[in-house]
């Protein structure tokens, strides 16, 4: 039930609350952030922008009321994985079914065990990508000390679950990964990929920004999913 993670992300609305002044930042921050379950090792990871946020579209309450006991983080955790399911009934069906069917063509396993899994880089619940933007940087450009340690969270949840390949499927994350996690390494031109070392393993890490917002056309998907099986097969010989 306890993530250590989840302590620290805590740990963080703690601290940084107070920092904002500009009301849609305030409100944002009064908000849960987006807690974990301990992830699979070993699946498909996705990394997204920030968890969305609808408040009529959940029974959590989603005010943020230091403190937050281990049982309080646990119930979140399990609210943001039930909206990962695939299905039409499901509001955020419109993001992960895609998710869902990437997965489905590059792993053949069982259909009942989980293929991948999905964090987030930042932990903000906001749909406008401008106030995220806004709470993680600096005025003169770069991320601020919220956003890094946001940085710092991501890694470590990277590094727990072991992912078989990374993908990211949004462009603004993608800017962010490729200069704070992967420091601005330079894409692998004959594999056409970058690599995130965890533990001293080299982990295949596609950056793509041309299927965010739940929107992935048929002939975009072919040529990635051909691209990414290819990667995965060579990896692992």
Request: aromatic share 12%.
């Amino acid at each position: 039930m306890s993530y250590y993670l989840n302590d620290k992300i805590s740990d963080l609305w703690n601290r940084f609350s107070i920092q904002f002044s500009d009301l849609d930042c305030k409100k944002c921050m009064e908000r849960v952030p987006n807690y974990y379950l301990k992830p699979t090792p070993n699946k498909i990871l996705f990394i997204g922008l920030n968890p969305a946020f609808q408040d009529n579209k959940s029974t959590i309450k989603y005010s943020f009321t230091p403190p937050i006991s281990t049982e309080r983080m646990y119930e979140i955790a399990l609210d943001n994985e039930s909206s990962k399911t695939k299905g039409k009934g499901n509001y955020y069906g419109k993001f992960y079914n895609i998710l869902h069917d990437i997965s489905d063509e590059l792993i053949c396993e069982e259909s009942n065990q989980k293929k991948f899994e999905h964090c987030d880089m930042f932990l903000m619940r906001e749909t406008n990508s401008r106030i995220v933007k806004q709470m993680v940087e600096k005025k003169e450009g770069g991320l601020n000390q919220f956003g890094l340690e946001q940085i710092d969270v991501l890694k470590s949840y990277i590094e727990d679950a072991k992912p078989s390949i990374i993908i990211i499927p949004n462009a603004m994350s993608a800017d962010y990964y490729l200069q704070y996690v992967l420091g601005n390494q330079s894409i692998n031109k004959e594999k056409g990929i970058y690599y995130t070392e965890i533990n001293k393993i080299k982990v295949p890490t596609i950056l793509c920004g041309s299927w965010q917002y739940g929107r992935l056309d048929r002939f975009t998907k072919e040529i990635l999913l051909s691209h990414m099986k290819k990667i995965m097969k060579s990896h692992k010989q």
